[in-house]
């Protein structure tokens, strides 16, 4: 389980995180929404230990990662996954190389324990037989799916996902839901998702928290969501200009 008790976080004068209180359910996918620049990405960041709060706590399992020193914050990140935007793949190694980099950087396992690993991963992707193809020459969501596959290699307990189908045409995007569903599924995770696109976020969501100027103004089912009163929530799922939420 992953707890934010009171996180705060400023950068210079800008006060990002004004006390964010989350509670990340075991086996659920949490996909926290809100606007561009309004601190979805610290908030996952402090989740890893790659931001400290200012004050506060993160929670992993119980554990507080704030206090840790750098070499037990090395052993908690192997509980972690993560999928970044662009699919962040090394251009000079290949697609079997990338897939196998975690593995062969955190794991005794032989090349051929290796190799079984990546093929494995790749095949839970939908993705088979592209181990010697290069980054430049799959399309933007197959690199995607192989970010995935490497961000699952090591069995992670968690998995963060930070906007996982910008970008994507309207067929991938819907690839990519289902996919999370299915490796949640399979691989048993607590998935964390950033998203801006809410037709995915409703269709991947056990649970919503929306984020706003600093806080958690909204936490519950994606019908909870739907069903909120907030001026706020409502005039974002709307995308509407008119509203609390002031356009700058």
Known sequence: MIQLIDVRKRFGKQEVLKGVNLELEDGKTTVIIGRSGGGKSVLLKHMIGLIKP???????????????????????????GMLFQEGALFDSMSVGENVAFPLREHTKLSDSEVRDKVADRLRAVGLTGIENKMPSEISGGMRKRVGLARAIALHPQFVLFD???TGLDPVMTEAINQLILEIRNRFHLTCIVIS????????????????????IIEYGTPEDIKASQNPITIQFLAGSIEGPIKIL
């Open 196 to 215: 801006h696109d809410l037709d995915s976020t409703f269709k991947i969501s056990d649970k919503i928290a929306m984020l706003y100027e600093g806080e």
């Open 54 to 80: 200012d004050s506060g706590q993160v929670l992993i399992d119980g554990v507080d990662i704030t206090t840790l020193n750098e070499r037990e914050l090395n052993e908690i990140r192997k509980k972690f």
């Open 163 to 165: 906007e996982p189908t």
